[in-house]
């Protein structure tokens, strides 16, 4: 019997916590032409109209689903608030360095790839904001309605001069057809598209709050070197200088605690050795001054700023 190596693959990368084993076919455009139609997804939130999913990037991690976008608990996030919450520039930089990165998701048609059914299509910010403009030209409108919509055009090429990790850096971009075109000709196949659209959600597992305090931990350790290099499907990484400035931080947390505390309510040196440093750092920083504006509205204002 032969052996699937694709299969053998895509098992190691589940059990690393990469990817779940997934029949989402994803769809990356190489270099040339191509046409797409983007199909609707059910049940978006409002405002939304690709699947949008939130991942951490800590050191060598290709991405861990934030638990807060599905109303988990999440020891990054409250990391996050914590370190926020001191004012301090440095801890803001921090907060930064470990918040949650964007990915957006299109269920596409490829022309010429019919047979493949409906694939998925990851991309990041310059994308999704063209993509949206769209919508809001009224010669254009809602491209994805199966009647009315219209197909795009998908340009990659190279930058001339440009480069990064040693490879030409590409330029995508996008334009829509000049005249709207139903998603297929035949109704019955274009329904069974509709109805069968990719769990993009499902392609990864979703952590516990343990598995995440731990990531953290060995982020924060330095036990996984980090890069400002793109993750497969685009996504940035945090750096090697925020594990050094993370380290430093939690040393000067710990200093000035230290220095203002009570010795009658010193823990014993037993105690703090049982405890993680995400916990540490997270109880510590509670009695760090907070900012005269409210801490949401702070908090609001630092997931929005790039």
Same mark, same amino acid.
């Given at each position: 019997m032969a052996v699937d190596l694709n299969a053998i693959r895509a098992k190691i990368a589940e059990?690393? *916590?990469e990817r779940k084993q997934s029949n989402v076919q994803m769809w990356k455009p190489g270099i040339g032409e191509h046409k797409v139609r983007v199909l609707p997804w059910k049940n978006l939130k409002d405002g939304e109209v690709f699947k949008e999913l939130w991942f951490y990037y800590l050191g060598d991690e290709r991405g861990l689903l934030a638990p807060n976008q599905f109303g988990k608990a999440d020891p990054i996030n409250d990391l996050m608030r914590k370190l926020y919450s001191t004012g301090k520039a440095e801890d803001k930089l921090i907060a930064n360095k470990l918040r949650a990165k964007m990915r957006s998701y299109a269920a596409v048609i490829v022309r010429g790839e019919e047979s493949k059914g409906v694939q998925v299509w990851a991309f990041g910010k310059p994308i999704h904001a063209r993509l949206l403009s769209f919508w809001v030209d009224e010669e254009i409108g809602d491209i994805t309605d199966p009647n009315s919509g219209f197909d795009l055009k998908v340009t990659v090429s190279h930058i001339a001069g440009k480069m990064f990790n040693g490879k030409p850096s590409l330029d995508t971009t996008i334009d829509p057809a000049r005249r709207p075109s139903k998603l297929c000709d035949d109704a019955k196949q274009s329904q069974l598209w509709?109805?069968?659209?990719?769990?993009? %959600? *499902? @392609?990864w597992p979703q952590k516990t709050a343990?598995?995440?305090?731990? /990531?953290?931990?060995?982020? @924060? +350790? *330095?036990? /996984? %070197? +980090? +890069?400002?290099?793109k993750a497969s499907d685009g996504a940035s990484r945090g750096t090697a200088k *925020?594990?050094? %400035?993370l380290d430093d931080l939690v040393a000067d947390v710990k200093s000035e605690v230290k220095a203002s505390a009570p010795k009658a309510e010193a823990k014993t040196e037993e105690t703090k050795k049982s405890k993680t440093k995400a916990t540490k750092v997270a109880e510590e920083t509670e009695e760090a001054p907070a900012k005269s504006k409210d801490l949401d509205a702070a908090f609001a204002e630092l997931m929005e700023d790039e």
């Open positions: 059990l690393n *916590g509709l109805e069968n659209l990719p769990d993009v %959600a *499902g @392609m343990q598995e995440i305090e731990t /990531a953290l931990n060995n982020w @924060m +350790s *330095g036990g /996984a %070197a +980090s +890069s400002d290099d *925020g594990v050094d %400035a």
